[in-house]
């Protein structure tokens, strides 16, 4: 290893390699910035423009794009024809590549104008490192910081780095480059569904195991968006979970749902009581009575910052998560004292614009279901209370997040009785509708295809339906709510959720 060539925007350790290489006997040559920090701390090193004889141009567009560079990196060194060409040529091997790129996954979130964010895409890194990784037998190739120490080490032991390392090293480059295109691809295209699916996440951490103990699983966030999933702080417990976090999600989108102070309770992806409330305080105890026993080792959610009665409260039972806007200080005391209770702070609301499903060879892609109804179409003789309207505008909340088929029994802004995840909707309908013992208003995610659920409903005391409507049965739903003196509401708008 006689060359090195380092151009990095993030020079965190960057002097510790350099002061390492030069101990080592490598010569150092560099790059704009780069070039003027390793000058400022001593360190030996030549410009870029002086191997080339070509200074930078374009405000720095240009400047490492030159083949006295990429010949350097490009030249297979067992090849007898390539060392002869660039021996005649005058350019020397470059032996190590070091190179971070410019910070367009932060910078592209920022409030930027379009012609600035473009500026951060970056073309001669993506240039030298994809070279270096080509021909990572003879290049070293570093891209991440957290490398540098692991390759020095290999170096000080034998004097080089082994091939194994060396295939990492490559691999890494285009695994970050993937992300990266996908990024600039993203941006701008800015077509929901492109010819290819480009998606830029990055591991925020490997998981303990997936749904089960045998899976094994990790956690990518977007590099594109602040949204609430990778931008939460979590203030206690242990170490997040698979399920964990897609409970988590799930529970955070239905408070985020409301204006009002709201509360949920969920359990395997799925609520199993929610509430709105005078105060915090009052919206947790309304929304745990919707399912003592379900709430038990589950997550509760709340839209507001958690005061000490509310955490005081919440410390009755086992819970797995509390995630909320803010804690008291006080309210944090109590909660910590269980010091397996993950309390997550979260003052993001959700603005998911996309969800993605894999299957087996293939990933489907749809838009979220963020439209709640078309209209607030009256099909009955009777005319719902407006309480009961506000119940129902409530249950199409609620409902939204029930696995189908999905059937919420409401009263006064609070979810009595919960089905979902039935094969057929007057099972979800007997199910929400014995555990509400009292309810007024039923809300369901879809049309009804008999009028078997109108009869349900009206054994329990039903006075007012919601739902999409649509069915050719439509009418004998709407004759069974007359009948039996329900006021019913059409939608015009379905909430499955598979």
Known sequence: MKRALISVYNKENVLELANFLKKKGVEIISTGGTYKHLKE?????????????FEEILDGRVKTLH??????ILAIRDNEKHMETINKKGIEPIDIVVVNLYPFFEKVKEDLSFEDKIEFIDIGGPTMIRAAAKNFKDVIVLTDVNDYSDVMEQIEKTGDVDFKTRRKLAGKVFNLMSAYDAAISNFLLEEEYPEYLSISYKKSSELRYGENPH???AYYTSTMEDSPMNKFEQLNGKELSYNNIKDMDIAWKVVCEFDEIACC??????????????????????????????????????N???DKETAEEMAKIFLEIVIAPDFDEDALEVLKKKKNLRVIKCDIKTQSKQELAKVDGGILVQSSDNKLMDEMKLVTENKPTEQQLKDMEFGMKVVKYVKSNAIVVIKDGVAKGIGGGQ??????ASHALERAEEGTVLASDAFFPFGDVVQEAAKYGIKAIVQPGGSIRDQESIDECNKNGISMVFTGIRHFKH
């Open 304 to 306: 507001r910052k958690v």
């Open 423 to 428: 094969v057929n909707r007057i099972w979800a």
């Open 41 to 53: 701390n001593n360190i030996p090193v030549k410009e870029v423009s002086e191997i080339t004889g």
């Open 265 to 302: 309770g969920l359990k395997h992806n799925s609520p199993c009581g929610v509430a709105l409330g005078e105060s915090v305080a009052d919206a947790y105890k309304k929304a745990y009575e919707c399912d003592p026993v379900s709430i038990f080792g589950g997550i509760v959610a709340l």
């Open 215 to 217: 899976q094994s699983a």
């Open 67 to 72: 083949p006295y560079i990429h010949s350097g």
